[in-house]
């Protein structure tokens, strides 16, 4: 406990100095993407299935950075981008010297750029809203707030097991609690950061807490699957990177599309 502590404590401070400075948020982005990724991939190399590292962690750069520099990307040359990508990782299977799990391999090496550079990118472009720092401010403290609601309420009430073939440490009091908390910090840290009213600062407590939670049961099923009780030990008392923002991953660009879309008339 003691070292999660600290460790919270620091990543806290970083975080919050890094918030005022957009390059130093840039660079722990990408700090934060590149390492998480390299996680994902070993997790799922220990599965016996080779991956291309080099070109994951490649697009793991670019992704965030043409998010932070708001390069105009219309949908054809996406599309395009996307076509590339998907015909250089052919022709990279092709210069090994032998067949072995084709499939798997370009899958879970473009899975693992959407899930954790892409997703995880939306953070930049909430970022860059108008009010960009009030709006992350609100969104890290909503989402960690669940994540520390249910750790503790788990630990202290938890007694029926929540999806415990996923993750067995889990517990359904602690899943409440966690909803709960992100709700009642939603009330509160909304009131002071952003202009949304009740109604909005409640309906993002519940969807976020639920979203969080759902990015922290995957992260555990990705583990469960790769027989590994964290992506890393980088992290004392915390486990790796990806332990660590596992649910901000799909709440990022949920929050990003709930701004844009159900608040169309909010100035971001």
């Known amino acids: ?46 599965q016996g ?10 697009m793991g750069v670019l992704i965030p950075v043409s ?16 076509l590339a990508g998907l015909f250089l990782l052919f022709l990279l299977e092709l210069t090994r010297k032998e067949n072995q799990q084709v499939v798997f391999s370009i899958s879970a090496t473009v899975f693992g750029v959407l899930y954790i ?3 995880t990118s939306f953070m930049i472009l909430i970022r860059n809203f108008e009010h960009g720092l009030q709006f992350l401010a609100y969104f890290l403290l909503v989402t960690k707030g669940q994540d520390m609601g249910a750790y503790f309420i788990g630990r202290r009430y938890g007694k029926r097991p929540f999806l415990k073939r996923v993750s067995p440490n889990k ?30 600062r409640t309906m993002l407590g519940l969807i976020l807490g639920v979203i969080s939670q759902l990015g922290d049961l995957f992260e555990s099923l990705i583990k469960r699957d790769s027989g590994v009780k964290d992506s890393s030990d980088l ?13 901000l991953i799909f709440a990022a660009p949920v929050f990003y599309f709930y701004v844009t879309m159900v608040l169309p008339n909010l100035r971001y």
């Open 235 to 247: 992290i004392p008392g915390m486990g790796g990177v990806l332990d660590v923002i596992d649910s």
């Open 67 to 82: 998010m932070f520099f708001g390069l105009p990307i219309t949908r054809e040359v996406q599309l395009l981008l996307i």
């Open 117 to 119: 550079a892409w997703c």
């Open 49 to 58: 299935v080779l991956l291309f590292k080099v070109f994951g962690l490649v």
């Open 171 to 200: 517990s359904v009091e602690g899943a409440l609690g966690g909803i709960a908390t992100s709700i009642l910090v939603s009330l509160l840290a909304g009131a002071l950061l952003t202009n949304l009213t009740f109604f909005h």
């Open 1 to 46: 406990m003691l070292k999660r502590i600290i460790s919270g404590t620091t990543i806290i401070l970083i975080t919050a100095v890094c918030l005022w400075f957009r390059p130093l948020y840039l660079m722990l982005l990408l700090a934060l993407i590149l390492t998480a990724l390299w996680e994902f991939f070993r997790m799922i190399e220990k």
